[in-house]
């Protein structure tokens, strides 16, 4: 069964400090990726979605992600953050063709003004 | 337009009662999803239903656990004889459901259910 790994589990930074926060999955075949946010009090919401052509995916609010197929990577960025990005980060996974999708644990993000 | 609704937002329950949680999807969206959120856990995939297919139950932890979904749209959870380690966050999600390919999920916000 695949899995999701978000090693990083709480991070804290300073304002205008560059983010990256890590995700990697263990499936073998084509999948779709997924960076979803959920901010203090509101739904999770779609940050950024993979499916196919450029690696590098540009979502809402300046994040970015990277997809290495080679390292089973869907590394999260962000080269300054904001004390608005405060929230929880879940990376997400799934085959490609199939609606299954499996989560990270999440990773808390809080920046200090 | 509405989004994906939950009801009821809180449920405190004794151990051992059964609980019903409702989520009612986006119009139009043909796939849904039940995920548990706990502390520390993440989101744990529970059942998706797809159209007019058989569901996909293999994240449901026991058999206390069952969900319907009726007509195509509105869905239950239901959990029997709830025990402690039930209490969590229930989160319904909605997605157009096209065939092929997955589709952005749409939240709700969740039930809260506590079990004393």
């Known amino acids: 069964a695949q899995s999701v790994s978000q090693h990083n589990h709480h991070v804290i930074l300073s304002e205008a400090a560059s983010l990256e926060l890590g995700c990697n999955y263990s499936y073998g075949g084509t999948v779709n990726l997924f960076w979803y946010v959920q901010y203090p009090g509101q739904h999770l919401q779609l940050l950024l979605k993979?499916?196919?052509?450029?690696?590098l995916v540009k979502g809402i609010k300046g994040f970015e992600a990277e997809f290495i197929k080679s390292k089973f990577s869907f590394n999260l960025r962000k080269p300054s953050v904001q004390w608005s990005d405060t929230a929880e980060y879940f990376c997400?996974?799934?085959?490609?063709?199939?609606?299954?999708?499996?989560f990270g644990t999440g990773t808390k993000l809080q920046v200090i003004p | 337009g509405a989004g994906v609704s939950q009801s009821p937002s809180n449920k405190v329950t004794e151990k051992g009662k059964d609980v019903e949680l409702r989520c009612d999807p986006i119009s139009g969206h043909t796939a849904l999803y039940w995920y548990r959120q706990s502390l520390g856990q993440g989101l744990e995939f529970l059942i998706y239903?797809?159209?007019?297919?058989?569901?996909?139950k293999s994240g449901l932890p026991s058999d206390r656990f069952s969900a319907e979904r009726t007509g195509g749209s509105v869905s239950t959870l239901t959990i029997q004889r709830t025990q402690q380690e039930d209490s969590a966050v229930y989160l319904c999600?909605?997605?157009?459901?096209?065939?092929?390919?997955?589709?952005?999920?749409?939240f709700g916000p969740g039930t809260r259910l506590t079990v004393l």
């Open positions: 993979y499916f196919s052509g450029d690696p």
């Open positions: 997400a996974v799934n085959p490609g063709g199939y609606q299954k999708v499996t």
């Open positions: 999600a909605s997605s157009l459901g096209a065939a092929g390919r997955t589709d952005t999920q749409y």
């Open positions: 239903f797809q159209g007019n297919s058989a569901p996909d």
